[in-house]
């Protein structure tokens, strides 16, 4: 069963507030992230508690929820580490960086560490562009990176 | 404005159609084809799939013609080079990494996604890599099959459920060339229509399981008819192969269902090959009076008459008695009444256990009418589990034609969700809620809303709501009204007419097939065909000879009533099942075990049959031609598709009347049409119906003059102990019974016996959700589950009708008013 | 050069309502409400101040077509930046707050709307509570509200995040998006300013376009009418970023050469490179050849030699670089920001990926070039949005100024394979 912490209801009181009251359906993605945030990522449970709050079936909410690369079906790392590939980046050497990462926190682009501390994804621009390569940890932008510094940033991430 | 005419051009034909017509379907009205996928005329326009692109002078781009509204002399090309080559692009992207595995599959022959490739299209696809492997064939519900590799998202399906069904309940997942068609969590997709996707699926993606791989649909022989489940009478086509039922599609008449047909309709005629059909006359084998042996129907059908027509010889007319059926053509049921009247000479005629009578104090709207109207209000009627296509046409009205709805009902239904005024009234207390008003609407009396469970400022609501109305359609299901209170509504119905500057109509909408078309043949104790009242003797001697009886006969029950008591010696029970349908239980089935003679004419093997003396099989839809009438008063053919050696029913019927008949006088059908034309004589109001009239969308009966009298009173009927609670018989859909039998593909939608209690009641008795309980009266007990949910208001419980076996007409005991029953635990 | 935006955008703690405010923030305010909603509206237009978001559509002509009388109106601000390579609203939304929320207030006076959302991407997380917290101030402050200033007028801005996906900044799957919706783009018309946010008259614009706003009204539409071009008027915020010394967020008068960004504001290519290409307006315009890199950098001019000022990214290319391997890339981030509902766009976006990986792996066949083309004509004005198109800008125009490039990947096989 899913529930909502208490922080969370308090956010969905004033999140609802934004709009008109035969609206509540905008709520659906601020929702959605609560739970991303809260759970690490969103399961059938908790989109069936947001179709009831917001008068949606289930199956709208899974089908809005499975549009956006943010919210995930399986839980993500403490730490989920979005690495920018997209052109900027990559004309300064994104490629060999993420390589890099992925090597030292030995898992797979795409994975997440057996004790659930890192998730490595491939991310599209995330506009830092002229601070590329860059990674988004968690709600951190980092950027200008090199190989010394993305060792310095996660081995400072407990 | 809607009236308004836009000309333009296309491919250089000059067209004018309404202002707002999309181009694709102004070219359709001159015969140009443009080709489509994801546009369908009742979803609107997405223009997602692009397959429509046309040339407009003075655009820059391509146009989409789905989305295009026409405009004044605009310039439409459709075979330009320009056009084609984007036509070929936009099939090479749709086949990209669509299966070539046509020759499996079933929509093959009938497939948009084949015949726009074979018209427009490239011969060959260039592309060069592995297609996309998808999953391929996978059930999303019991009776429907899903291969996402065909799929070419062009998102009909999803946008029914959202639109049409209006619980989007199938979705998009994913995005991108990750998308997909799906439901939540992969749970079944199972509503009361879900069928109609496959229907307006462009590819195999969506397929009807039952039919898979059953034949090539070049090679179906498809009969235009009507489905017989519901007074809907949806239009439908039956598909056979070398005389075997293969499957069901919709055949839109936008008049009466809109292009739709629900599950039951599509999957339902199971029946129709049923092991429990009833194929050959018989007599009761032993214990009764062996008549003859093994007959023949056509031998069967003239014993039968000889025999009730020695009873009415020896105990006179009032000893015999027939019940007919709700779901039988007007052609049967008018020739059964003519045989009852004119052959046997008695009134002992009656289709139905409720209170009701032809005709009304206002029009007969028909269900197109509900969109146009700006006020429906729907009294004691759940069509989702009724008349499922109704429900479809209220939601549109509501949600796309602004239309508002108000709902007064016993009983919590699916509608309330989209009415602006939803008044839940205590069961029983019917009756007094149309008093009350009545007199509020009239000013006259007081508007008494004491009892009732609705609040007087409730009524005062709805009274501003019909005051407000400009055109008011009013739906009520008269078999759900207690006692004699359908006199209570034909009152208020005169006084809503009354309120100035309101226009207003009324669909009486009981759930049988043919409930309207039995009361306009006079299958009625106290009216003849056409709504003719039997004491007017005078029409009567002129229509019907100078012999017709002008005596009120019996009703239904009371000719069960008679029977028990042994006055009533002879019945003919025409597609009825009283031993399960009719208040009562074990006391219908002793009272007829009592009559001399019992006979039966049934489809099916039913409770009613086993006691029969002699049986006669009727085939029924599916097999026998006729029309009938549904609840908009729209009269339709409703043709066979099968066959049989055993004669249709109004063949049977009229070997009854000729075994009765002087040489001289014996009628000589030929098809059932010849019946037809002679209801066109003698029904009132039936005068403009004929094979032609009918052919295409039907044509609407002229509704026979209301003969209502007035002075209906309401009664309170008083509780016979203190825990007692008001019984209220609810329609399921998918109920279990003969038509739908156990080997029926709609069997996962079977349900559990479910009392449904309000919170107060549940407290007072200390029951709990899914608790056993049995629901009892008198000496009946019906096994239910406990479930608690506002269903219907405090003081009373719903029981849905979920099977013939569960039985729950046997608790009902009293014909005039409300049912009292008991809860115990188990 | 004359900045309007960035003057003081690293001032220390500018993004509080304390500092903006002793940068002369919200004097705005009190000169609209001295004016009637439609005064503002014509200074907009007079100003000449076109659309930054992507498309530059002339601001105050847009505002000035909302449906007549229909209310309530919406404004959504579309603070999405995700075209690769721009990265120019953030550093507004980061460091300056309060601009926005001044622009968007009187954008809304003169539209005269009462609600106004923000609809930031999902990964400006730390984004939206900054602009969150601006907000609380303007509230605490009374600009916004009820009776903002004693002028009647009432206001309230919300944000609104996102959840990943580009398609979201095109303007009407932001709406989708915003009403709880995929973000499908939607069928044009009913346009945003007649049915947009909740089916009501809706200005939709972008962070920039919107930042600009207070200048005009606290400076007079002459004053900014008189810098940039004859028809590009105004400054422009440019991310420069790839191969340059000193990528960055730079702010230029309109018709500034793009040889003097590339070379004098960002510092030249990398390592003393050549330059090769360069992409003028973010991933989804055309690139173009180095030789026109004096091209000033405004609407017009642009246009004039095949590609767009677009949302003002400069992507900077040097002469290490295989095009082929930037076509592979962006077509990439085409396929996976496609949001699936067209056909075209879809599979479209798909094939050229499988085609130019093939050819970027060296397995690329010589007519695979000609069905890129063919594949690109079958996409182009023909997909359901521009994203279609955008897609295929980066293709057709590698192919057609850098066809070398995928010769020598093809020839290379050949050779290869011939050893
Ligand atoms: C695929 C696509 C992506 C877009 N992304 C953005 C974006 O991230 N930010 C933005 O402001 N406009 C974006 N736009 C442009 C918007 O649709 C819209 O034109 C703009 O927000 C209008 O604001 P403006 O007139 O102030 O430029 C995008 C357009 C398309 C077609
Ligand atoms: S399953 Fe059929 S109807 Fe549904 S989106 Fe796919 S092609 Fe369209
Ligand atoms: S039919 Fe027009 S876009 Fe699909």
């Known amino acids: 069963m899913f529930a909502f912490s208490k922080e969370a209801e308090e956010k969905i009181e004033k999140i609802l507030k934004k709009y008109p009251e035969e609206r509540k359906r905008s709520a659906l993605l601020p929702l959605l992230t609560l739970v991303q945030r809260q759970e690490r990522h969103v399961n059938p449970d908790a989109m069936r508690e947001i179709g009831r709050r917001l008068d949606l079936s289930p199956a709208y909410v899974q089908s809005v929820c499975s549009f956006y690369t943010m919210y995930s079906s399986k839980p993500v790392g403490k730490y989920l580490i979005l690495f920018c590939v997209n052109i900027s980046c990559q004309l300064n050497g994104c490629d060999v960086l993420l390589a890099h990462t992925a090597k030292k926190l030995n898992i797979e682009i795409g994975g997440t560490t057996n004790d659930m501390k890192f998730s490595l994804h491939r991310e599209e621009c995330l506009a830092a562009c002229s601070g590329g390569p860059m990674m988004r940890i968690n709600d951190t932008f980092y950027e200008n990176l090199t190989a010394a510094k993305i060792d310095q940033i996660l081995d400072s991430l407990d | 404005m809607a009236d308004e005419q836009v000309t333009l051009t296309i491919d250089d034909q000059t067209v004018s159609v309404p202002k707002g017509t999309k181009v694709v379907d102004a070219a359709k009205t001159v015969g140009i084809d443009i080709p489509v996928f994801c546009y369908h005329e009742k979803l609107g326009p997405l223009g997602c799939c692009r397959m429509c692109l046309v040339e407009v002078e003075k655009m820059p781009k391509l146009m989409t013609a789905c989305t295009m509204d026409v405009g004044p002399d605009m310039v439409v090309k459709t075979t330009t080079p320009k056009v084609e080559k984007a036509q070929k692009g936009v099939l090479e992207f749709t086949?990209?990494?669509?299966?070539?595995?046509?020759?499996?599959?079933?929509?093959?022959?009938?497939?948009?996604?084949?015949?726009?490739?074979?018209?427009?299209?490239?011969?060959?696809?260039?592309?060069?890599?592995?297609?996309?492997?998808?999953?391929?064939?996978?059930?999303?519900?019991?009776?429907?099959?899903?291969?996402?590799?065909?799929?070419?998202?062009?998102?009909?399906?999803?946008?029914?459920?959202?639109?049409?069904?209006?619980?989007?309940?199938?979705?998009?997942?994913?995005?991108?060339?990750?998308?997909e068609v799906g439901t939540f969590n992969n749970e079944s997709y199972d509503t009361r229509f879900s069928g109609n996707v496959i229907d307006i699926c462009p590819v195999g993606a969506l397929t009807n399981s039952q039919f898979r791989f059953k034949a090539r649909t070049w090679d179906l022989t498809n009969s235009d008819t009507l489905c017989a489940h519901c007074g809907c009478n949806c239009n439908m086509t039956l598909g056979t192969r070398t005389n075997q039922f293969m499957r069901i599609q919709a055949r839109?008449?936008?008049?009466?269902?809109?292009?739709?047909?629900?599950?039951?309709?599509?999957?339902?005629?199971?029946?129709?090959?049923?092991?429990?059909?009833?194929?050959?006359?018989?007599?009761?084998?032993?214990?009764?009076?062996?008549?003859?042996?093994?007959?023949?129907?056509?031998?069967?059908?003239?014993?039968?008459?000889?025999?009730?027509?020695?009873?009415?010889?020896?105990?006179?007319?009032?000893?015999?008695?027939?019940?007919?059926?709700?779901?039988?053509?007007?052609?049967?049921?008018?020739?059964?009444?003519?045989?009852?009247?004119?052959?046997?000479?008695?009134?002992?005629?009656?289709?139905?256990?409720?209170?009701?009578?032809?005709?009304?104090?206002?029009?007969?709207?028909?269900?197109?009418?509900?969109?146009?109207?700006?006020?429906v209000l729907a009294i004691a009627s759940d069509p989702t589990e009724e008349l499922p296509i109704l429900d479809l046409r209220i939601k549109k009205a509501v949600t796309r034609h602004g239309v508002r709805l108000a709902v007064l009902n016993d009983q919590a239904t699916l509608m309330d969700k989209y009415a602006a005024l939803s008044l839940h009234y205590d069961i029983g207390a019917d009756g007094k809620v149309f008093s009350a008003l009545t007199a509020a609407i009239s000013g006259e009396g007081k508007a008494d809303v004491k009892n009732t469970g609705i609040k007087a400022d409730q009524l005062k609501s709805l009274v501003e709501m019909l005051r407000a109305g400009k055109k008011i359609t009013i739906v009520y299901n008269p078999a759900a009204l207690t006692g004699k209170s359908i006199h209570g509504l034909n009152q208020l119905l005169a006084m809503i007419k009354n309120i100035p500057s309101v226009e207003c109509g009324a669909i009486p909408a009981a759930p049988q097939t043919n409930a309207v078309g039995a009361m306009d043949m006079g299958i009625l104790p106290d009216y003849y065909p056409g709504g003719l009242p039997v004491l007017d003797s005078e029409s009567i001697k002129q229509q019907w000879g100078e012999n017709a009886p002008t005596e009120p006969g019996l009703s239904a029950l009371e000719m069960i009533e008679r029977a028990a008591s042994g006055k009533l010696k002879a019945l003919l029970v025409y597609r009825a099942n009283p031993v399960v349908d009719f208040p009562g239980g074990k006391k219908v089935e002793e009272a007829l075990r009592k009559l001399e003679l019992l006979v039966v004419h049934d489809m099916f093997e039913t409770e009613t049959a086993k006691l029969a003396h002699i049986v006669l099989p009727s085939n029924g839809p599916g097999y026998d031609d006729g029309t009938t009438t549904n609840i908009g008063g729209r009269v339709q053919f409703r043709k066979g598709g099968?066959?049989?050696?055993?004669?249709?029913?109004?063949?049977?019927?009229?070997?009854?009347?000729?075994?009765?008949?002087?040489?001289?006088?014996?009628?000589?059908?030929?098809?059932?049409?010849?019946?037809?034309?002679?209801?066109?004589?003698?029904?009132?109001?039936?005068?403009?119906?004929?094979?032609?009239?009918?052919?295409?969308?039907?044509?609407?009966?002229?509704?026979?003059?209301?003969?209502?009298?007035?002075?209906?009173?309401?009664?309170?009927?008083?509780?016979?102990?203190?825990?007692?609670?008001?019984?209220?018989?609810?329609?399921?859909?998918?109920?279990?019974?003969?038509?739908?039998?156990?080997?029926?593909?709609?069997?996962?939608?079977?349900?559990?016996?479910?009392?449904?209690?309000?919170?107060?009641?549940a407290k007072k008795l200390k029951l709990k959700d899914d608790d056993d309980v049995v629901v009892v009266s008198g000496d009946v007990e019906i096994a239910a589950q406990v479930e608690i949910s506002d269903r219907c208001n405090p003081g009373g419980v719903v029981l849905p009708n979920i099977s013939d076996e569960q039985g729950v007409w046997g608790l009902a005991n009293d014909r005039d008013g409300v049912t009292w029953v008991e809860i115990r635990k188990v | 050069m004359t900045q309007i935006l960035f003057h003081n955008i690293n001032k220390k703690n500018l993004h509080t309502l304390e500092v903006y405010e002793k940068e002369g923030g919200y004097k705005g305010l009190k000169k609209a409400f001295?004016?009637?909603?439609?005064?503002?509206?014509?200074?907009?237009?007079?100003?000449?101040?076109?659309?930054?978001?992507?498309?530059?559509?002339?601001?105050?002509?847009?505002?000035?077509?909302?449906?007549?009388?229909?209310?309530?109106?919406?404004?959504?601000c579309n603070a999405d930046e995700s075209e690769p390579g721009t990265c120019k609203d953030r550093e507004l939304l980061q460091k300056n707050p309060h601009l926005l929320l001044e622009g968007m207030i009187l954008c809304s006076y003169a539209c005269k709307i009462e609600t106004g959302y923000i609809y930031l991407r999902g990964e400006f997380y730390d984004l939206c509570e900054i602009m969150e917290g601006a907000i609380e101030e303007a509230y605490a402050k009374g600009y916004l509200g009820q009776n903002i200033l004693g002028s009647g007028f009432n206001l309230d801005i919300h944000t609104h995040l996102g959840a990943g996906a580009y398609i979201c900044g095109e303007e009407s799957a932001l709406l989708n998006s915003l009403e709880g919706g995929r973000g499908e783009p939607r069928m044009k018309p009913p346009f945003p300013a007649v049915q947009g946010l909740y089916e009501k008259p809706t200005v939709i614009n972008n962070v920039e376009t919107l930042c600009v706003v207070p200048f005009i009204v606290n400076n007079g539409p002459e004053k900014h009418a008189a810098l940039g071009t004859e028809k590009?008027?105004?400054?422009?915020?440019?991310?420069?970023?790839?191969?340059?010394?000193?990528?960055?967020?730079?702010?230029?008068?309109?018709?500034?050469?793009?040889?003097?960004?590339?070379?004098?504001?960002?510092?030249?290519?990398?390592?003393?490179?050549?330059?090769?290409?360069?992409?003028?307006?973010?991933?989804?315009?055309?690139?173009?050849?180095?030789?026109?890199?004096?091209?000033?950098?405004?609407?017009?001019?642009?246009?004039?030699?095949?590609?767009?000022?677009?949302?003002?990214?400069?992507?900077?290319?040097?002469?290490?670089?295989?095009?082929?391997?930037?076509?592979?890339?962006?077509?990439?981030f085409y396929m996976h920001e496609s949001c699936g509902k067209c056909t075209p766009c879809r599979e479209g976006t798909r094939w050229m990926w499988q085609l130019l990986q093939q050819i970027h792996t060296g397995k690329g066949q010589p007519e695979f070039v000609e069905k890129l083309e063919d594949i690109c004509d079958n996409m182009s004005f023909k997909c359901f949005c521009p994203l279609g198109d955008a897609a295929v800008a980066p293709v057709i125009s590698s192919i057609q100024k850098f066809r070398a490039d995928y010769d020598e990947l093809i020839a290379k096989l050949k050779a290869d394979t011939a050893v």
Request: charged share 25%; with cysteine; aromatic share 8%.
């Open chain 2, 252 to 375: 839109p008449n936008d008049l009466v269902d809109d292009g739709w047909i629900c599950d039951k309709a599509r999957w339902g005629y199971d029946f129709l090959e049923s092991s429990n059909r009833l194929k050959e006359a018989r007599t009761l084998p032993d214990g009764g009076t062996m008549l003859f042996s093994s007959p023949t129907t056509q031998d069967a059908a003239v014993r039968t008459a000889e025999a009730i027509r020695n009873i009415v010889a020896e105990h006179g007319p009032e000893s015999v008695g027939f019940i007919g059926s709700p779901y039988g053509t007007n052609e049967e049921l008018y020739l059964y009444q003519k045989l009852f009247r004119s052959g046997f000479g008695t009134n002992n005629i009656d289709h139905k256990v409720y209170a009701d009578s032809p005709g009304l104090p206002i029009d007969h709207y028909d269900v197109s009418d509900i969109e146009t109207s700006d006020l």
């Open chain 3, 232 to 332: 590009s008027k105004g400054t422009k915020l440019v991310s420069v970023s790839g191969h340059v010394k000193k990528p960055g967020n730079y702010e230029i008068e309109l018709g500034t050469p793009v040889r003097e960004i590339i070379y004098d504001l960002a510092g030249g290519i990398r390592d003393d490179n050549q330059l090769k290409a360069y992409i003028p307006g973010g991933s989804s315009v055309p690139m173009v050849t180095a030789d026109l890199v004096d091209t000033p950098y405004d609407y017009e001019s642009l246009q004039a030699i095949g590609t767009m000022l677009g949302s003002g990214a400069l992507i900077v290319i040097d002469d290490t670089v295989n095009i082929v391997e930037t076509a592979l890339r962006l077509t990439s």
């Open chain 2, 642 to 761: 099968l066959k049989t050696t055993n004669p249709p029913d109004w063949k049977i019927i009229s070997l009854m009347a000729n075994a009765l008949n002087e040489e001289g006088d014996r009628v000589n059908y030929i098809t059932s049409f010849s019946v037809t034309d002679e209801i066109a004589k003698k029904v009132p109001g039936y005068g403009e119906i004929s094979k032609r009239s009918i052919k295409k969308e039907g044509a609407t009966r002229e509704p026979p003059a209301n003969n209502n009298g007035s002075g209906f009173e309401a009664m309170d009927s008083p509780s016979p102990n203190a825990d007692a609670l008001k019984l209220r018989i609810a329609n399921y859909l998918f109920a279990h019974d003969k038509i739908l039998d156990a080997s029926s593909q709609l069997a996962h939608q079977f349900q559990p016996s479910i009392v449904h209690l309000n919170k107060k009641d």
């Open chain 2, 95 to 179: 086949l990209l990494n669509h299966p070539l595995d046509c020759p499996v599959c079933d929509k093959g022959g009938e497939c948009p996604l084949q015949d726009n490739t074979f018209k427009y299209g490239p011969g060959d696809t260039r592309m060069e890599f592995h297609r996309a492997e998808n999953l391929k064939m996978g059930p999303l519900s019991p009776v429907i099959t899903l291969d996402r590799e065909r799929c070419i998202a062009c998102q009909r399906c999803t946008r029914y459920s959202e639109v049409i069904e209006q619980d989007s309940a199938l979705v998009m997942h994913n995005r991108g060339f990750n998308n």
């Open chain 3, 34 to 76: 001295a004016k009637e909603p439609g005064e503002i509206v014509e200074m907009v237009k007079a100003s000449g101040l076109r659309g930054r978001g992507g498309a530059g559509f002339p601001t105050g002509l847009k505002w000035s077509f909302l449906a007549k009388d229909v209310f309530p109106r919406y404004l959504c």
